[in-house]
């Protein structure tokens, strides 16, 4: 199984970037899919998920500001990051699981390497 994230940057505040992540290998039982997200010196937290009948679930800190959506015929999940704040700046982290209960509280079965965000002037 692999997750190839793509679409990490600088932007200025306010700015928006979109990441994906599409998996890849032996997948099996795709129900959750989504980003968590890890600051220096802080663990990691969930961003937003989605389920394959596209369910969705935000962190407060990202609602109304992020999207997410997937592709499920391409196993590829999106991030839309629109007004970006220095507080967003983490390496953010793409995943996929069977349970959503789990996925919203513990984790991801399956991580990709993180890509890097930075919001900074």
């Known amino acids: 199984v692999q997750l190839q994230a793509s679409g990490g940057g600088l932007v200025q505040p306010g700015g928006s970037l979109r990441l994906s992540c599409a998996a890849s290998g032996s997948i099996f039982n795709i129900n959750a899919m989504g980003w968590y997200r890890q600051a220096p010196g802080k663990q990691r937290a969930l961003v937003a998920a989605?389920?394959?009948?596209?369910?969705?679930n935000y962190a407060d800190s990202v609602k109304g500001r992020f999207t997410i959506s997937r592709d499920n015929a391409k196993n590829t999940v999106y991030l839309q990051m629109n007004s970006l704040k220095p507080e967003d700046t983490s390496v953010y982290y793409c995943g996929y699981g069977s349970s959503w209960y789990a996925v919203l509280n513990y984790g991801m079965d399956y991580w990709g390497k993180g890509t890097q965000v930075t919001v900074s002037s």
């Open positions: 989605i389920t394959s009948g596209g369910n969705t």
